[in-house]
């Protein structure tokens, strides 16, 4: 879920149960859809509720719509294809599908009224740069199973060229950060729990804003690059329980931190 009007606490773990109206296919011709794919959204409605006979949401389905503030996705919505969403300003608020297994590159690019996201749990496979330039992001949750990022043509992390400096929050009990999660985003600080065992590849590369990093108690293994490029970097806490920083010369997890002090 999406919650657009989340504390200003940053606690984004509640439930919102309140309910969008639908949109009916029967209605009007809002929606075109062929063999469960939903390739176009016509209507002007600002609150959506896509039909249960989607089970795919299609490329630019609703790219460019600038009235939608809320969709609702039916549980039958498995796949959300690339820039569905992409350049949806004034899109607030998105309640995801518990079957959602996938989400394509840039699906959600541009969307830059979305301020308190929380990441789909359900996901098998996410691709490069889903919500780039979403500049007004405040508060990110982060589920204990998610996937690395894999695109089409070019793997980046969802957050790419996201000029917001959003809190993150973790599910309790998460064990991994995946590869590429925060890569290129203008992310300040960050409290890794001490669940963490494993933080991947790339997980922080270039997060040129971010001045200082404890990583946690239990940590067993730091990715390639997992910090590199961070430009501003001073400061890192590394603990005992560490057993393998991986990457070979050039590729190391602080590779160019240039102002690392210690």
């Not at 409605?45 to 809320?70: C, D, Q, R, W, Y």
């Not at 309640?95 to 359900?122: E, H, M, R, Y």
């Not at 982060?142 to 996937?147: G, I, L």
């Not at 973790?170 to 203008?186: C, D, H, K, Q, W």
Request: with cysteine.
């Amino acid at each position: 879920f999406l919650y657009a009007n989340a504390e200003e606490n940053g606690n984004i773990n509640g439930t919102n149960n309140e309910q969008v109206q639908s949109v009916s296919p029967k209605a009007n011709n809002s929606f075109e859809i062929r063999d469960g794919v939903l390739v176009k959204y016509n209507g002007s409605e600002s609150e959506v509720v896509i039909p249960e006979e989607v089970h795919s949401i299609g490329k630019n389905a609703f790219s460019g719509n600038n009235t939608l503030t809320s969709v609702k996705m039916g549980n039958s919505v498995e796949k959300i294809e690339p820039y569905a969403f992409n350049n949806c300003t004034s899109l607030q608020n998105i309640v995801w599908s518990n079957q959602l297994k996938s989400i394509g590159d840039s699906a959600f690019s541009g969307c830059s009224s979305l301020k308190d996201l929380k990441l789909p749990g359900t996901l098998t496979t996410i691709g490069s740069a889903v919500f780039s330039r979403c500049n007004n992001l405040r508060n990110v949750f982060v589920p204990k199973s998610f996937p690395d990022p894999s695109g089409s043509y070019i793997t980046y992390g969802p957050f790419m060229l996201n000029e917001a400096d959003f809190k993150v929050t973790f599910e309790e009990g998460i064990t991994r950060i995946p590869n590429s999660l925060f890569e290129g985003s203008a992310i300040t600080q960050i409290t890794i729990p001490d669940t963490i065992r494993e933080i991947g590849d790339k997980s922080f590369l270039q997060c040129e804003n971010l001045t200082t990093i404890k990583l946690p108690s239990n940590l067993q293994s730091l990715g390639k690059m997992a910090f590199g490029h961070c430009k501003k970097l001073e400061s890192v806490w590394i603990p005992s329980s560490l057993q393998s920083m991986n990457g070979n010369f050039g590729y190391g997890p602080f590779v160019n931190c240039y102002a690392l002090k210690y």
